[in-house]
């Protein structure tokens, strides 16, 4: 390499070096001027956009201060007189409705209740929550801000005591809409504004267009500005958390404004400077070449003279114009050096012509002297020749890249009360008048009077019968743009009022849940109890991850408030239309039947459990059973199959599984006709003596517009109730039956003609939601089918539904319970979860999160598991656990920082010791909390206390102590039970 490459070469990368530092230095400006413009914006937005929440609502503080002095309004929020409420209200709500001020007005006593609401239903969720109602009665302060409601719609809202003689007897909150300050703010900056919830859901904005954009791809957790590209456009968006009264994120503000002309100049100026200063290079390089070339010249026309000086060749001449520097000195020197060798060869020259004259002067000498002698001419010849092979070098490069139940129950209730309180009423009247009336006209004429009188009341119990019948489901197809299923029902009350009832519901986009029951006895009360039981079922379904956890929540309701001892069997089911499969859970109804498309018929015998309403805390099963399309499923209730003819003969479940086998291809409402039909063709002139109830559901095709869909995890996260454990256990000897797509049959139906062949059949049992651990269990052997259905002849082909039934345990009486060493409060060092050397000792550290709950619960069922304790010990320690811990998080801890919390598991010689150690504020539990008055009503009971009042139940010694700063707490739990 010549040593002009080699300058330019180094001078190349010092430049680079050079150009690339100032880049870097010029980026890193750049950024740091962008994050002090960021966080500028932020504040100035954030500022804004506090101070126009602020004047709306101090807007409403006028109205509110009209609100709290107004003398009748408080008068009747202290009586809780909600019709008196409503009189005075509505004149102040129109009048600031007018103003156009407030858009929502609620009034509230001081536990919570919705007294009054602009918005007409007192059935409606309150915009602020009991919590917030309590810390404004607690602080006598008012809570103002932007909240967000039930249906996730943001207000600026003011809620403030209403206070008489210097009590607060309740809370008044006024709303204001947040479009109006959307307005000014867009205004204001000229950017587009939204409002969106603490998942990403639009609430409030100017422009759905823009927002279409960012929809589900902005994080709210933390304010942030950052730009954002969309195609050729830019969108600079600017995300601040909105924060609640109680200084809780409920959401975000994002701000977006097109920059698409700021970014392009930006990038233009970015390419010309760039370009300038590579030209700049370029150009400086060129210069510093050329200067390079001549300058090293002279050197050149040096190193040429030396070579043909090399070669012999003296013809070639030096011009040396400058020798001021260093390489015109040198190439001054070869021109001497080639000078002086001139000269030498010139001196050379003539010696050798000397010699030769003298030689030749000789020669001719000689040559005259003597002629014989001759003269030899030698020639020599020398040729060299070389040659250079050069390589090329090549590196290789690397490529861098959703309740209505309440209402009905409130109109049932209503009606029921008053015709029982004019039947009461009217029998003492007519006792008053028999007594005074000793004359027989006078008896006459009162009885002609009480006759017209219970006319009247059976003119009112018709009514209640359709009132009753009303409530049910009677529209029918009810989901007329589904297609998936049809369904059809109807129920034919024994007296005026019935006892059976049946519903069906969609719980969401994929899922149909429906039910149908009966009442212990006849009438109004077992109309009042099929009402509750209803209402419940259809209020806690969506709640529920299963139908057993369902009916078991209904059940404790049931029987928690039941002094006349009445009880209900149900039939609950959820059919899942994507694939067919149905969940269902049996409280001691008749089972149910499938018509398959074949003709066969199934009958659901299996997970059969306690009537509802019979006892409390009994769990219930979830089974599960196929639906392929074309298949049908009959429920009815005892009033079919125990419909009895003059002679007392029952028409039972052989008859009407025969009948079902001939309705193939029937439609839902044909095969109820027709089963009535033959129900009543059998009874004949005999009188009805129960209701008649059935539901159908024909399952035509699966769901194929499956989009994306999170089933919920639905929990029932109540104090004192079990929610369903993350445990599928799967049958090892056998699946659910596959679902095979495939058009509606339409068969004609055929007589039968051979006995029915009985199949037993294992379907598998699942209870989620939670993330499953899958459990291995060994089927037991299959139940023998009833004798019954075997003996009936000339019937369609029968599959029986079995599985083993699990009965409810009632814990025996604690044995005594050693009490063992204090355990240090120091807790262990673990990451999440950690096994002890010893197999009867498990630790476990979890984050103060409410979500970590589902985990230790998991643990727990496995360590429970691992040593066969009984399933109880798992039930209860987990609800013991959830109490305790959840009041740790909730209350335990004054600010938002990660807190560990310690749990220890120690089994010995049949005790298990549970230890919970947490860092927050100093509370005993078992002596701080409120004893709860059992007595009481469960309405009228103060919240607080019950959850407490388990774990002592529950456990069988408790323990609680402070140390080092920390609060330890102790439960022992004898593991001695035995299931029955």
Not at 182 to 191: H, N, R
Not at 253 to 258: K, N, Q, S
Not at 619 to 636: A, C, K, R
Not at 836 to 857: T, Y
Request: glycine fraction near 6%; include cysteine; proline fraction near 7%.
């Amino acid at each position: 390499m010549l040593l002009r490459t080699r300058v330019t070469l180094i001078v190349t990368v010092s430049f680079s070096l050079l150009v690339a530092g100032l880049t870097f230095a010029a980026i890193k400006s750049e950024e740091l001027a962008d994050e002090r413009y960021a966080q500028a914006t932020l504040n100035g937005q954030d500022i804004f956009w506090r101070k126009l929440v602020e004047n709306t609502v101090q807007r409403l503080e006028t109205d509110a201060r009209a609100v709290a002095t107004d003398e009748s309004l408080v008068q009747a929020v202290e009586k809780r007189d909600p019709t008196q409420i409503l009189a005075l209200a509505v004149p102040i709500a129109d009048g600031m409705r007018a103003r156009g001020r407030v858009s929502r007005f609620e009034v509230m006593n001081r536990d919570g209740e919705l007294l009054y609401n602009s918005r007409g239903s007192l059935l409606e969720p309150p915009t602020v929550d009991a919590g917030t109602v309590r810390t404004i009665v607690d602080s006598n302060k008012s809570v103002r801000g932007v909240l967000q409601d039930a249906s996730r719609t943001f207000t600026a809202t003011l809620a403030f005591p209403i206070e008489h003689k210097g009590e607060v007897i309740g809370v008044a909150v006024l709303a204001a809409d947040m479009q109006p300050p959307l307005a000014e703010f867009k205004i204001s900056t000229g950017s587009d504004i939204f409002l969106v919830d603490r998942i990403g859901q639009l609430s409030l904005g100017t422009d759905d267009s823009i927002w279409k954009i960012f929809e589900g791809k902005i994080s709210v957790r933390k304010s942030r500005l950052e730009t954002w590209q969309q195609g050729e456009i830019f969108y600079s968006v600017a995300v601040l958390p909105v924060y609640d009264g109680a200084s809780r994120v409920i959401g975000a503000l994002v701000t977006a404004r097109d920059v698409t002309a700021t970014q392009t100049r930006q990038r233009q100026i970015r390419q010309i400077a760039i370009g300038s200063v590579g030209g700049f290079l370029v150009v400086l390089l060129a210069l510093f070449t050329v200067y390079l070339r001549r300058s090293f010249h002279p050197l050149d026309e040096a190193i040429a003279v030396l070579n043909a000086l090399s070669r012999g060749d003296t013809s070639v001449t030096l011009e040396v114009k400058n020798d001021q520097d260093e390489i015109g000195r040198i190439a001054g020197t070869v021109g001497v050096f080639r000078d002086n060798v001139v000269k030498l060869e010139l001196m050379q020259q003539r010696r050798e012509r000397q010699r030769r004259r003298q030689e030749l002067y000789i020669r001719l000498q000689m040559l005259k002297m003597s002629e014989m002698l001759e003269e030899e001419a030698r020639a020599a010849v020398l040729a060299d020749l070389k040659q250079i092979e050069a390589m090329a070098e090549r590196g290789p490069e690397e490529a861098g890249d959703t309740d209505s139940g309440k209402g009905e129950l409130e109109v049932l209730g209503v009606a029921f009360q008053t015709m029982s309180d004019r039947i009461r009423e009217q029998h003492l009247s007519l006792q008053e008048l028999i007594t005074q009336r000793t004359r027989e006209a006078e008896v006459l004429r009162e009885a002609l009077r009480t006759r017209e009188q219970l006319d009247a009341l059976r003119q009112e119990l018709d009514f209640a019968r359709e009132l009753q019948l009303s409530s049910l489901p009677q529209v029918f197809p009810p989901f007329p743009d589904r297609d998936e299923f049809r369904i059809h029902a109807g129920m034919v009350p024994a007296k005026e009022v019935g006892g059976d009832f049946y519903d069906f519901f969609l719980i969401d986009r994929y899922h149909l849940g429906f039910v149908i029951g009966d009442a212990s006895g006849k009438g109004v009360p077992a109309a009042m109890f099929i009402s509750i039981a209803r209402s419940l079922i259809k209020a806690v379904a969506p709640l529920s991850s299963s139908p057993g956890e369902c009916l078991a929540f209904v059940n404790t309701m049931l029987s928690a408030d039941n002094p006349h001892t009445l009880f209900a069997t149900c039939f609950y089911a959820v059919l899942d239309t994507r694939d067919g499969q149905v969940a269902y859970c049996n409280a001691g109804h008749p089972p149910s039947l499938i018509l398959r498309t074949s003709g066969e018929v199934d009958a659901i015998r299996d997970v059969s459990g306690v009537a509802l309403g019979v006892m409390e805390g009994l769990d219930y099963e979830t089974g599960t059973f196929q639906l392929n399309p074309g298949d049908t499923i009959l429920l009815y209730t005892d009033g079919v199959t125990e419909a009895q003819d003059v002679v007392s003969a029952l028409y039972d479940e052989p008859r009407l599984i025969e009948k079902l086998g001939t309705l193939g291809g029937y439609a839902p409402q044909d095969i109820i006709a027709e089963v009535h039909s033959a129900v009543e063709a059998f009874v004949g002139e005999a009188p009805q003596f129960d209701d008649i109830t059935m539901l159908s559901l024909s399952f035509d095709r699966v769901s194929t517009d499956l989009e994306a869909f999170d089933e919920p995890d639905r929990r029932l996260m109540l104090t004192g109730f079990k929610a369903t454990p993350s445990v599928e256990v799967i049958s090892m000897d056998a699946a659910p039956p596959p679902v095979t797509p495939s058009p509606e049959p339409v068969p004609t139906p055929a007589p039968p003609t051979a006995a029915p062949a009985v199949k037993v059949i294992r379907p598998t049992i699942v209870t989620k939601p939670k993330p499953p651990v899958t459990v291995a269990v060994k089927k037991p052997a299959p139940a023998p089918a009833p004798a019954p259905a075997a003996q009936v002849s000339a019937k369609p082909a029968i599959r029986i539904i079995n599985k083993p039934k699990i009965a409810a345990v009632a814990p025996p009486p604690p044995a005594p319970v050693p009490t063992p060493a204090p355990v240090a409060a120091t807790p262990p060092v673990a990451a999440t979860a950690m096994q002890h050397h010893d197999h009867n000792v498990l630790k476990v550290v979890i984050s103060n999160d409410l979500a970590e709950l589902e985990r230790l619960a998991g643990l727990v069922d496995s360590f429970v598991e691992r040593h066969g304790m009984p399933e109880r010990i798992a039930f209860n320690l987990n609800l013991c656990l959830d109490e305790l811990i959840t009041n740790i998080i909730s209350y335990g801890y004054s600010d938002d920082h990660h807190h560990d919390i310690h749990v220890r598991f120690v089994l010995d010689n049949g005790t298990l010791m549970t230890e919970i150690i947490d860092d927050g504020a100093e509370y005993n539990p078992f002596t701080d909390a409120p004893e709860p008055d059992l007595a009481l009503e469960v309405d009228d009971r103060p919240i607080g206390g019950l959850g407490v009042f388990l774990v002592k139940e529950f456990m069988d010694k408790t323990e609680y102590r402070r140390e080092d700063g920390r609060n330890v707490v102790t439960l022992w739990k004898g593991t001695a039970e035995q299931e029955s």
